[in-house]
């Protein structure tokens, strides 16, 4: 095979920019006869291969720069494999924060650092709930350190099968069967997502720039509510920043998400084919049995030495009006912490923590979220018996 | 690991560039086997030593069928490669199922058993490369293959990477001779693979994942009743779902084969526009139907016997085909409805005869549409978790629930409904022929647009590494 192996360096070198008829060589099979040979097509092959090549590579930077120039940058994105990476992290004393986007936006990990003299694992999840995340470190014989958990009694108490629970679930899943391919996969993912804005899941994928179509639906049509759009960024610990765009006082994107936040934390009305009251009933052993589970778990880390603190991070606007309705303090905090004993710090509590605006209604903006840190490490210690 | 993943592109643009630039065909060979091991040792280091062991102990057989000197001795020795082959298959694949039904069927008789459940993991591609292995001993003992003097050849042939966890079925008698003599590269052959990578990858990621998948999932999980027309199309996006990521997968495998110079034959021609079903298994998963035909359909007496026995013959090939893709009765219920099917065409076919308005157009298109419309029921319990969300589905297709819920977006609807209308033009337009003579056919700038646009596509799309549906069989 030398002189073919040379040929197509040759050709490799020089390459036809023009389209040109295939040689007989090409047309023809190079190995012994077969009793099975695909056709070939018989067109200028190496003139079309660098018109798509040309055409692709076109086509994306003109999406790039597209995408940069409405707002969006490059960041991680927030997927299971990322999430088995940083649980990996996990030693036995790490001090790990748990829970929903909250914990995600309004946690620093350097000001925590400072504060309590270790580096947290950051393993809170965006619309998701923290109870699977802490059952498996409650399974995990080896871990007997402390969780920050994260609380928003829509998502902790979200039933199985519902998205938030499905989250956690599934990033638990892949941490104990991530295969080879797929660690190696978000390795070679990583260092593209952090220079290419456009490869943004979620946000930028067909899939969502279809959903962005504003095609009326059927009236009775239930159609699950939609996800707000691009405000963060996520980086190799997972810890999550508000854009600027969002935090930026009347942006049109804050009030898009403001709106958005409504309708997904407002409780969706039962099931049509389950009569109100088993639905209701059902939902009530759920949100028990999540209790009871919850106390198990808490119970098992702390016989092994571990601490679980919760913590309820800020919330504004309507949407805290909203969830004082739907899910009021003495219902869902208060019954929590008062059934695990574990310490909690919630942050109408205290004034220093109250007194920050979330620019969506839900979260910090990126520099808030440092100085929330700063004044949450005391109140972590003491919580902590540091 | 997944074609649809970084990890793949990056191997397998080394695999190419490695493989090409080395002159000795038997490094080519050897690079070839250590590829395909890291491939699929990705998933589960552990089990790349279980296919070896299957490979190995089929090598083995294979010389001692064609050494035996009498038949029984030689009937004996495949007896061995079979029951060996069935017996992993039967222990990753169906020991659960089997333990779970045998305790049903002591409860009938009164007696309570509680079998322990086996926490076995199934083996990727297990139902695949045991087919592949199996088709050398069967071949040898039909006299039709010689065996290989070579193990790393036939462990090539077993393992090789692009069809070794979801097909094509090889058959080790189609990949062996292309293994003497080493294929020369050719730009055309070369680019060719790479272009049917493209629309593999196109149907998968941007068809099959994005535009139907969601639909179907959400369909076929609701909890509920819904409306004839949610329902309806729950199962055509399924449908068109389960043709592209198979066919995706297919093409891919036969595109990446053809870069390394090898020549994988046709698994899917074009199936939705299949007029009678014995015409849907001529083109649909055409290596498992062929296998089924050659080792099991025309070894039970085919159509030589009587019509009641071939009829059966039908059934039983059915059944097992169904069992094949799935340890859950929702298959086998599945296998038998293509088999009930079969039989119905077969008899129709021997009453009605070849009648001149049979060749109309019209006719033609209506009994594909019917086709069609049979083959999308059958998919309901090839779906459906258990026969109650199956029961629900089909109830629903059928008027059931004139009250029940709506749940589909009107952009949901719209893209099942282009989807589909374009893949039944592509399939209609496209049955007589094969897409390498539409692609010389085409002028060249739609091929280089559409090669294009197919590009661009996945990129937008990204793609979030979803398995291919074939490879839990």
Not at chain 1, 70 to 87: A, K, Q, S, V
Not at chain 1, 254 to 265: D, G, N, T, V
Not at chain 2, 129 to 156: A, E, K, N, W
Request: proline share 7%; hydrophobic share 45%.
């Amino acid at each position: 095979m030398p002189s073919s192996t040379s040929n197509f360096k040759r050709i490799l070198r020089l390459p036809r920019l023009f389209f040109r008829p295939p040689t007989e060589a090409e047309s023809v099979h190079g190995g012994p006869p077969l009793e099975f040979e695909r056709p070939i097509p018989q067109i200028p092959w190496r003139g079309m291969t660098v018109v798509v090549v040309v055409i692709v590579i076109a086509a994306a930077c003109a999406w790039e720069f597209y995408c940069r120039s409405i707002g969006y940058g490059p960041t991680l994105n927030d997927n299971e494999d990322l999430w088995t990476l940083t649980r990996q992290r996990v030693k036995p004393e790490s001090i790990v924060i748990i829970g929903d986007s909250r914990g995600w936006f309004d946690l620093d990990l350097d000001e925590l650092q400072k504060g309590l003299g270790k580096r947290p694992v950051q393993l809170a999840m965006g619309g998701g709930c923290g109870y699977p995340v802490l059952a498996d470190l409650a399974a995990d014989k080896t871990f007997h350190g402390t969780i920050i958990c994260s609380f928003v009694p829509w998502l902790f108490f979200a039933p199985p099968g519902t998205p938030p629970m499905e989250r956690g679930e599934k990033a638990v899943r892949r941490s104990h069967t991530q295969t080879p391919a797929q660690r190696a996969s978000q390795y070679l993912a990583m260092p593209l997502e952090e220079h290419v804005a456009f490869l943004k899941q979620e946000e930028l994928t067909l899939d969502d720039l279809l959903k962005r179509l504003p095609i009326p639906n059927r009236s009775d049509a239930r159609v699950p509510p939609r996800l707000p759009p691009y405000f963060g960024t996520l980086d190799r610990e997972r810890r999550a920043r508000m854009t600027e765009e969002c935090a930026r006082p009347g942006s049109e994107l804050q009030k898009r998400i403001q709106q958005i936040w409504l309708p997904l934390f407002t409780p969706h009305p039962p099931p049509s084919y389950i009569p109100t009251d088993v639905f209701m009933a059902k939902m009530k052993d759920a949100i028990e049995k999540r209790a009871r589970d919850t106390i198990a778990a808490v119970e098992k880390l702390r016989a092994r030495g571990g601490k679980v603190v919760f913590i309820r991070l800020p919330v504004t606007g309507g949407l805290k009006a909203l969830e004082d309705k739907t899910t009021p303090r003495n219902q869902t905090w208060d019954p929590l912490l008062q059934s695990t004993g574990a310490p909690g710090i919630y942050f109408e509590d205290f004034r220093e923590l109250a007194s920050f605006n979330c620019p969506e209604w839900s979260h910090l903006s990126a520099g808030d979220s440092v100085e929330f840190s700063k004044r949450l490490v005391p109140h972590l210690r003491a919580a902590l018996g540091m | 690991m997944l074609f649809n993943s970084l990890t793949f592109i990056v191997f397998f643009a080394v695999v190419v560039t490695a493989y090409w630039s080395i002159h000795s065909w038997t490094a080519r060979k050897n690079l070839l086997v250590t590829a395909s091991y890291i491939f699929y040792g990705a998933w589960n280091p552990p089990f790349a030593a279980l296919l070896f062991s299957t490979t190995a102990m089929d090598f083995w057989l294979g010389r001692r069928i064609a050494k035996a000197k009498d038949q029984p001795s030689r009937r004996a020795w495949l007896v061995g490669s079979v029951c060996m082959n069935l017996s992993m298959l039967g222990f990753f694949k169906y020991g659960n199922f089997l333990l779970e039904n045998f305790q049903w069927l002591l409860a009938r008789i009164g007696i309570v058993y509680h079998p322990p459940h086996l926490d076995i993991l199934l083996p990727v591609g297990i139902s695949f490369y045991t087919f592949h292995s199996l088709s050398y001993t069967l071949d040898i003992y039909r006299g039709v293959l010689q065996p290989t003097r070579s193990l790393r050849d036939f462990v090539l042939a077993v393992s090789f990477f692009p069809q070794l966890v979801a097909g094509p079925i090889v058959r080790a008698g189609d990949f062996l001779p292309q293994l003497v003599r080493p294929p020369r590269l050719q730009i055309g052959q070369f680019m060719w693979g790479l272009l049917l990578m493209t629309l593999g990858l196109f149907e998968k990621i941007v068809l099959a994942d994005t535009m139907l998948a969601g639909s179907a999932d959400r369909i076929f999980g609701y909890a509920g009743p819904l409306v004839a027309l949610d329902s309806w199309l729950g199962v055509i996006a399924f449908a068109g779902q389960i043709f592209f990521d198979f066919a995706g997968y297919s093409t891919c495998a036969i595109g990446a084969a053809l870069c390394l110079g090898f020549h994988l034959k046709d698994n899917f021609r074009f199936p939705y526009a299949a007029i009678g079903f014995s015409d849907f298994w001529r083109r649909w998963h055409i290596s498992l139907s062929t296998f089924l035909r050659d080792y099991l359909y025309i070894p039970l007496g085919g159509n030589r016997v009587a019509w009641t026995r071939a009829a059966i013959n039908l059934v039983i090939v059915m059944f097992l085909g169904g069992l094949w893709h799935g340890a859950a009765w929702t298959f086998v219920v599945w296998g038998l409805l293509h088999g009930f099917y079969l039989v119905i065409e077969h008899a129709s076919r021997a009453l009605i005869g070849e009648r001149a308005w049979t060749a109309n157009f019209a006719v033609k298109l209506l009994l594909g549409l019917i086709t069609y419309g049979a083959v999308c029921l059958a998919w309901v319990f090839f779906r459906a978790s258990d026969f109650t969300i199956a029961t629900r589905m089909l109830r629903g297709m059928f008027g059931g629930y004139p009250h029940g819920d709506a749940i589909l977006a009107t952009r949901e609807m719209l893209q099942i409904g282009i989807v589909t209308f374009f893949m039944m033009l592509a399939h209609w337009s496209l049955r007589d022929i094969n897409v390498e003579t539409a692609v010389t056919r085409l002028p060249r700038w739609v091929v280089t647009s559409a090669w294009a646009l197919m590009a661009c596509a996945i990129i937008l799309t990204q793609g979030t590494s979803n398995a291919f549906i074939y490879f839990q069989f």
